[in-house]
């Protein structure tokens, strides 16, 4: 009886939601159906949250994707970097760092000067680290002291721009309320940072599309709508450089900025309080509490439990109240403010947010590129270039479209303004996505990508994903990465 009951409650709910959004799972042109409504997975007080939605622990390693440990049936894991002639390539990733100059090949390892801040994985020193081995979970000090198992994840930014980003599959729910979200990280910074470095970033995007970022050195991912904390650092902090304060708070629209605040104009409570204390390998806590309007930014010093707010982000405007938690690894050529290591390693641990719990869509990674890199540093390519004349096709095995309601593609893509993907699937009619946003002068960079799929050109079983830029190509460096398939599932 008591069971009857709860299942009636969630379908009043469920329906109540559907009709908040303007649409309910028949859809609508602005907004996307709502996957359904399920029992909390959780339990109260996981993630130290009264009523969470998603908690990930980490205790349990899911070794085999494109995210190493990570469980992908969670998560969704994206990368990106490059070397001076080629996109989408990680080197091996090690303590002692080899670099490649204008295509010479590396210096040998005892050439090379150990810099400072040296990065360790899994508290040991390492070497010779490549994808999808850069990303593991194995134990490590909590926050309170205690041992746990955690996310590391470790890269070297290659002398140039780099990222590591990460999405729970889970929708986010902040709808006529104030959401919570939490995590635990060594939010750690270059101490001798004047722009460059390594550092966290928060985002929020209501599509999954991968990698939603400001702009950076080839970078032009701004997600269609969405917010960012950026956690970098403004070297002013009382405590001085073992210290970071929130940097920026970004607001996306459209895929175009609608706010960019920086970190001293927000609301503070105090000079000290805007700072906290930061250490390699001692984590810090944070409490995001988000609503349509505003945002408020709590989190502990390294090694410490107690959190205070360290910001306010008022007058947000959010265009958007159901999202997607995205904690990304930024890094910027840190050798260049000064000799610091330009491989780190950041520890991610106790990631949860409250609200309604939705069904977690059905994921499928296409395989990454395996290509020796170019310049014969031993470095994987993972993602796959595009011109125009070559079709270029991608096997998807095990997919299963039961119960499916929509599909997409996510990918990230280095394009230029006007470029435009052909594509189809499993040999069916031809499609086309023209690049049309960011503007941003008509710059090539890095965009995330987020296509519907027709679920009618999807087969159950082996699927094939056919592509190549229209010609006339106008970059030519164009390439695409990090490819998945995703299935929402229908009520």
Sequence with gaps: MRSSLLTVVWMVVAMALAMSTGCGNSGGTDKPPLPPLIRPIAQPGDCGLDSPAFCETFETASPGGRGGDLDEKVWSFARWGHETRQHFVRNPVGTVVTRVVDGMPPAPAALNPQPMFPSVLCGQTFSGVLMPYDVVVCNGAGVDGTMSHQLNEVYDDQGDFAINSFRSRQLFDFTDRTGTVVFDVDAKVN????????????????????????????????PRNGVGINFQGLNSCPQGRSATQISRVFVTKNYEILHDYMGWTLQLDSDTARCITIADQKLNRFKIMISKDQAEIWASDAGDTNLHRIATAPMLDLPFTRGYIHLQHSQYNGLKDGPVTPVQTYRWDNIGFDGPTYAIPRAYEFPDNNLPDIDGAGGRVYGYPMNDKDWTTLQLDGVDLGGAAKATLSMTAQVILGDTIEYNFNGGPPHSYTITAPKSDGRDGLRGLTIDVPLAELKT???????????????????????????????
């Design 191 to 222: 101490p001798l940072n004047l722009g460059h470095g390594w550092w966290v970033e928060f985002w929020i995007t209501d599509d999954p599309a991968p990698m939603p970022y400001h702009e950076a050195p080839g970078v032009l991912s701004y």
């Design 461 to 491: 079983g082996a699927n094939t994903f056919t592509f190549k830029i229209a010609a006339p190509q106008k970059y030519g460096a164009e390439a695409i990465g990090n490819l998945e398939l995703t299935l929402e599932p229908g009520n």
